[in-house]
């Protein structure tokens, strides 16, 4: 006779002080949503994203821009909280397949398990722990190439809200800003290296940053060295009340953004990444295949614009945007960490690449 398992011991929730919860750990609905779907639904109706999730952007532009049709194989070079992916795949059965990549190891099993649970299998999803750049080593198991890819290349909202991926100022954690934590070094080790001259032309070339050089010259004057989220802020905040007083509180929190979006560029050589997928990616568009990017700041947008223009030029691609789309004002309200984002397409030719 087998003996009955022993009752599960109640597991209480996560006690906070005060009325809500205000870290990343005690936000225990939004990090659940399929047990709150109502609270979730709230935080999402007011403009929010709720912690732990990513509300794809442009789904609408990007579905008419790659037309993905029943028997075409895509790829998702950028597969996230794979909200995407959701909109994209069903539109590709029956016969089809899609691709789904990655570089997070943290992110990548939660996304699959739940793109699973939705019922997409192995057979028409098939996704991939590695870099964009590595398109080339998909391209077999694809047929040879894609009919659409899309590459969003933004950070997802669940790095951003997790104190412990070092992402945001508004939390103390760690200063590691890697997409992938098992490569590379972190940003706090990559600030060591870094002179005060390297550091200001990063901040600047990455960012746009005004006050590129009062922020270099403040992280490298600091006594100690900035190893946390938390030092970080307060570093670039002190530099910047200290060099010019007069600068409102909006313009710190500017200049904080920046600073954590050009140091998480250089963490993770982003630019270069995308550069050699950029000079990659007509090998691996069939005829006639459709490429979407979104892009959030300048120095991307400026790269797939010069790539795809270079690409006209010399008849790779029949057609490319000629201006960016950006999300809708009604998405802007909704969603507003889509505010900064550019959408921009190309049609690959019959030409052959030279």
Known sequence: ???????????????????????????YKELDPDKYAAQVEHIISKGQ????????????????????KPGEV?????????GHTQKLLPRLLPGGKLFAVDVDPVELPKTEARLRALGFGPDALIIRKMNFAGIAGLAPEAG?????????????????????????YKADGPLDLRLNPERGRPASEMLKALSAEALEKMLFDYADEPHALTIARAIKESPVPVATTGQL??????????AHAKLGEDIIKKSLQRTFMALRIGANEELSVLDRFLDILPWYLKPGGRVAILSFHSGEDRRVKKAFARGEETGVYSSVASTPARPSPQERRSNPRSACAKL????RSAAPVQ
């Open 233 to 242: 802020a307060k570093t670039v905040r002190d530099g910047l009340k200290k």
């Open 344 to 347: 921009r397409w190309a049609v």
């Open 74 to 82: 895509c790829l998702d070079a950028t597969l996230g909280y794979g």
């Open 144 to 168: 040879g190439g894609f009919d659409c890819v899309l590459a969003d290349l933004g950070v997802s909202s669940m790095q951003l809200d997790n104190p412990e991926r070092g992402f945001t």
């Open 1 to 27: 006779m087998e003996t009955p398992e022993a009752p599960k011991p109640h597991k209480r929730r996560i006690r906070y002080s005060g009325t809500h919860p205000r870290s990343f750990s005690e936000k």
């Open 49 to 68: 994203t709720p912690v732990g999730t990513h509300r794809p952007i442009c789904v609408d532009e990007i579905l008419k821009i790659l037309d993905p």
